[in-house]
């Protein structure tokens, strides 16, 4: 019976509908995927590793041993302070000690000084032993030249290259300062690594994500207190918001295509029954039994589910190959090969909506009267179908939050999308009655599109939310993009502060603003930071060792906080509980970062006493701030009003923008304020930066699937009405209807359908995009008033468009054959 | 209606041929087909299930497109026109009663009879309609859908619309074939009191001997062709 349909041509719009589905999910899917892979690698090389292991002490070697076993490539370096001469000039250097293979993700990129012009080289080598490799501010310090001799502890080392970017260029400020690499070789030699050195051990591990994956889980239960992993994502919280984001806004819009694939199929089934009626008439007054047809279908859509889902992965691979192509243009990393799931996915997503939706009204056939046989307009009542959508929904649901792989996503969309059903089906369901009462007052093809909507009322309802849901996808999606790369653009424009200026003294605040004056720049705004110790909360002593299951919290306690003071809050920071003081205040207060009160465990009214150079400060959380870390704005965990650390010794920090030809000033400034530490993160923004230029274009390419999806939906839509059209047809043009005069009352029609599916999708897009953009993506939401606009206009010329070309041929399918075959 | 006028061939056709591709082989439904009719004429076309006569009737208003051969409509070579011109020829002076009713589902009683009234802009849409409707007996049933009406009263509803316009020919396929035998006597008795009332031209295509001559000619048709 497949086979025969199939040649029939009666599955098209089903098969289309389920091609398509599939196929774009499967794109999605499998193009996300490897976008997010590459991302996660991209943003690794910040990390100069896919996975970092540090520790204060030797790592045991057993943990490089289980890495090589699990195929992962492994380095290890050692890091920590020390002096460098040359000659008279010392300098407090980060010195970095390498072992082959160092960077395992990202490259060293070095300038050579020899030459007029300074050449930038991409290099994958380490120093030789004997040599070391300095940073900028290393030779400007210590008034170096290639192949001067500097002394590194207990041995002497020819500078050989300058090095421009290294790849775990971190931002934490203690490690801004100056930086050396030399080769673990001459570790030993240095006479440098003592017991009670502050030396920071790293083994540097990368390779496929699963392996990683397991290697991370391997290594977590066997850490000490002196060991911790690092990922980017543990190591970069702007990084790790911008792709969780990213992350997200894929898998929504993967999930955006699973709705449009459910209501294309929802769509395409109806034909399907419409085209079976007779047959299963005749069947049963042939004494099919119901059982008998009930697996005569089943089997039916098994076979048909996974052809059409293999042909729909098939394409959605090929496809994504092609954008893949495409998009390394674009996208400088090379794109990891895709792992299998997503045609997994896309085979199980196209067989559970198939079945979900289509099986259900296509197994009420079995119920169909023999009666049929001898009048054919006995059907199948509408409640058989309207039953049969609540299976589909169900299997939906599931799949939601299935692909959200997050259950509050996968919740709210499920929530989202089923209220949106039963208020859309209501309101559809009252508009269409409204509408059609009024068609007695409306002119000649008005009436005509009013009376066909109505007489389908039934079915114009589910076309219009069925066009309305896909619509509302659309809708969201645009608007969440939209929200998304404006939000990204917005925290980190491209004159974000690139430059900080650690460690002013108070008595430099004016030869500093000279400086400026005289390099014709805007003095830069600079806030007070007093460090301390966290000592006691409420009274109660505080020691690392009571954090000692969270080594996060207590490298927080053993660590000095830097503590600020401001009369009103920063722009880009949100008091989430509690209250700001008020200018005049000079209580004892404070206002503490939100995910710091979480780690140390204080909340609002708590009492914290810091230590700062020996004496005790006390306050009292009065207000829990939320702060945008993606901003490179400075920022603080603890505020206090003005006056209160007015006696503690205060020394002051800046940020900003210095464009990349104003580095000579840079250079001026070091060696104008020796005290003063520089630290330079513009390459962290910039690489930032590029990568989030990598995912809004992404987002782009895969949001142009998700409207090909779209269109499949609006397809279904037209072709499940296709057969009542030639019919239409057939008798207005017998009684002599112009093709125009037909084509004006199907305008009309479409126009209806698609205002009605418009309003829907504006209505329903915008309470889910606040929903999602603020609970899911945490998004200032913007309500845009012209989406009603834009939907409506949108469902309107959408619908009349595709509505006008899909029935052309109905159009102009000649009368006769059509009156004869349904006669 | 003048008498001069009773003489005019209405609908003429001249080696009205039509030939189908089979896949491999070709078919002929009908055969250098010949025939008049002339106004006021109640005609008969007769023949066998598969002789060719709805093909006939299609081409005869223009629902289909010969192979080869030539219909004359109201002194109009139909084939010269294009389907638009056509269509709106069939609105002026034909009207149909086909076997299956053919009423629009989304349409009631009324909107049905209304239909090719509004197509071609006639005023009084609504009246005209419902007067037939009433004539036909349906009065009660103006705002009712097809899906709630019998056979028989669909049959009325569509002969209603075949009238609405004042159609100088009806062209009319099987108008008993999907009803019982009492109510296809009503339906034929209806149809030919309004072909009188409105002083119609009548083509009549059935397979039924009895019903062929209350016409006042047979025109036979086998395997294609005339045979008398």
């Keep these: 019976m497949l086979h025969r349909d199939w040649r029939a041509g009666e599955l098209n719009v089903l098969v289309f509908a389920l091609v398509i589905a599939v196929s774009g999910m499967a794109t999605v899917g499998f193009f996300a995927d490897r976008v997010e892979l590459a991302l996660s690698r991209e943003s690794n090389q910040l990390l100069g590793a896919d996975l970092l292991v540090i520790s204060s002490k030797p790592l045991p070697e057993h943990y490089a041993d289980e890495a090589s076993r699990l195929g992962l490539s492994v380095s290890s370096l050692t890091k920590f302070p020390s002096m460098i001469s040359n000659g008279e000039n010392n300098l407090l250097t980060e010195i970095k000690a390498v072992t082959e293979g160092y960077p395992l993700r990202g490259r060293v990129h070095l300038a050579s000084r020899s030459a007029e012009t300074p050449e930038i080289q991409v290099v994958a080598r380490i120093p030789q032993p004997g040599t070391i490799w300095v940073d900028d501010k290393v030779m400007t310090r210590l008034e170096l030249r290639g192949g001067d001799l500097v002394d590194v502890g207990d041995i002497q080392l020819t500078v050989t290259e300058l090095v421009v970017r290294e790849p775990d260029h971190s931002v934490g400020f203690i490690n801004m300062g100056a930086r050396a690499m030399i080769n673990a070789a001459d570790l030993p030699d240095t006479g440098l690594i003592q017991e009670g050195s502050r030396v920071s051990y790293q083994l540097l591990v990368a390779g496929e994500i699963k392996a990683v994956q397991q290697f991370r889980d391997w290594v977590k239960p066997q850490l000490t207190k002196a060991q911790r992993i690092e990922g980017i994502r543990d190591a970069r919280p702007e990084i790790k918001a911008a792709l969780e984001r990213s992350e997200k806004f894929l898998s929504l819009a993967a999930l955006a295509s699973v709705v449009l694939a459910a209501a294309a199929i929802a769509l395409a089934v109806r034909r399907f029954t419409q085209r079976h009626l007779d047959g299963c008439a005749v069947m049963r007054s042939l004494g099919a039994s119901q059982k008998q047809l009930f697996y005569l279908y089943l089997y039916y859509f098994i076979v048909l589910g996974v052809i059409a889902s293999s042909i729909g992965c098939l394409i959605g691979f090929a496809a994504q190959e092609i954008l893949t192509h495409w998009l390394t243009g674009i996208v400088d990393t090379e794109l990891p090969w895709p792992n299998w799931l997503p045609a997994l996915q896309g085979l199980l997503v196209g067989l559970v909506l198939l079945l979900g939706f289509a099986l259900p009204p296509v197994l009420n056939l079995r119920s169909v009267p023999a009666l049929r046989v001898l009048r054919r307009d006995i059907g199948l009542s509408n409640a058989h179908s309207i039953a049969g959508y609540l299976l589909g929904l169900v299997a939906l649901s599931l799949l939601f939050i299935w692909k959200a792989q997050d259950l509050k996503l996968g919740l709210y969309i499920v929530i989202g999308f089923v209220s949106a059903i039963a208020i859309f089906g209501c309101l559809g369901w009252i508009l269409i009655r409204v509408l059609s009462s009024l068609r007695h007052q409306a002119g000649g093809a008005w009436r005509y599109g009013l009376a066909s909507i109505s007489r389908r009322a039934v079915s114009s309802v589910l076309q219009a939310v069925a066009l309305g849901l896909g619509l509302m996808a659309l809708l969201v999606l645009t608007l969440i993009q939209d929200d998304l790369i404006d939000d990204w653009h917005t925290s980190l424009p491209p004159d974000a502060p690139n430059h900080f200026l650690v460690n002013i003294q108070p008595d430099q605040l004016q030869p500093l603003e000279e400086f400026f004056q005289q390099y014709g720049t805007e003095h830069p705004p600079v806030f007070p930071m007093v460090r301390g110790r966290l000592v006691k909360i409420n009274g109660k002593d505080v020691s690392p060792e009571n954090y000692a299951d969270d080594p996060h919290a207590e490298r927080h306690i053993r660590r000095e906080f830097n503590l600020s003071w401001a009369t009103q809050q920063a722009l880009d920071n949100q008091v989430v509980q509690g209250k700001w003081w008020d200018a005049d205040s000079s209580e004892a207060v404070m206002s503490i970062e939100d995910g710091i009160a979480k780690t140390i465990g204080v909340k609002l009214g708590d009492e914290l006493t810091y230590d700062i150079a020996g004496s005790p400060f006390s306050a009292k959380i009065t207000s829990v701030r939320k702060v945008d870390w993606d901003s490179f704005r400075v920022n603080f965990f603890v505020v206090v009003p003005p006056g209160l650390l007015d006696n503690y010794p205060v020394s002051y920090i800046t940020s900003f923008y210095v464009a990349p030809t104003e580095i000579a000033m840079m250079h001026e400034l070091v060696r104008t304020f020796p005290n003063i530490l520089v630290v330079d993160v513009a390459i962290v923004i910039n690489q930032v930066q590029q990568m989030i230029h990598q995912v809004s274009q992404a987002i782009e390419f895969v949001f142009v699937f998700t409207v090909l999806a779209g269109f499949s939906v609006l397809y279904a839509a037209i072709a499940s009405t296709q057969d009542e059209r030639i019919y239409e047809a057939a008798i207005f043009r017998a009684l002599g209807a112009r093709r125009e005069q037909l084509s004006r009352a199907w305008a009309a029609e479409f126009a209806i359908l698609g205002a009605l599916a418009g309003l829907f999708a504006s209505a329903g897009a915008s309470v889910l995009g606040y929903v999602i953009g603020k609970h899911v993506l945490h998004l200032d939401y913007t309500f845009n008033p012209w989406i009603w606009l834009i939907g409506t206009s949108i469902g309107v010329v959408g619908v009349l468009v595709a509505g006008m070309l899909g029935t052309r041929s109905a159009l102009s399918s000649p009368p006769l054959l059509t009156l004869r075959k349904i006669g | ?228």
């Design chain 2, 1 to 228: 209606m003048l008498d001069n006028d009773i003489k005019q061939p209405i609908l003429w056709t001249k080696a009205l041929t039509k030939q189908v591709n089979t896949g491999d082989k070709q078919l002929t439904i009908l055969q250098d087909i010949d025939l008049q009719v002339n106004a006021g004429e109640a005609v008969a076309i007769i023949g066998a299930s598969g002789s060719g006569k709805s093909t006939l009737l299609g081409l005869l208003a223009g629902l289909d497109l010969p192979t080869s051969g030539k219909v004359h409509l109201d002194a109009i070579d139909i084939f010269t026109l294009d389907e638009d011109s056509r269509a709106a020829l069939r609105g002026k002076i034909l009207g149909f009663v086909f076997q299956s009713f053919q009423l629009l589902p989304a349409l009631t009683a009324i909107e049905n009879v209304m239909l090719p009234l509004e197509l071609s802009a006639a005023g009084n849409a609504e009246t005209t309609a419902r007067r037939l409707l009433e004539r036909v007996g349906l009065s009660m049933r103006l705002h009712h859908y097809p899906k709630q009406l019998s056979g028989g009263e669909q049959q009325r509803v569509a002969i209603a619309r075949a009238f609405a316009t004042d159609p100088k020919l009806l062209l009319a396929d099987e108008p008993t074939g999907n009803l019982d035998s009492a109510t296809g006597i009503q339906i034929i008795e209806l149809m030919f009191e309004l072909n009188r009332e409105h002083g119609t031209t009548l083509v009549l295509v059935t397979h039924d001997e009895v019903l062929s001559r209350r016409c006042s000619r047979q025109i036979r048709l086998a395997d294609g062709k005339l045979v008398q």
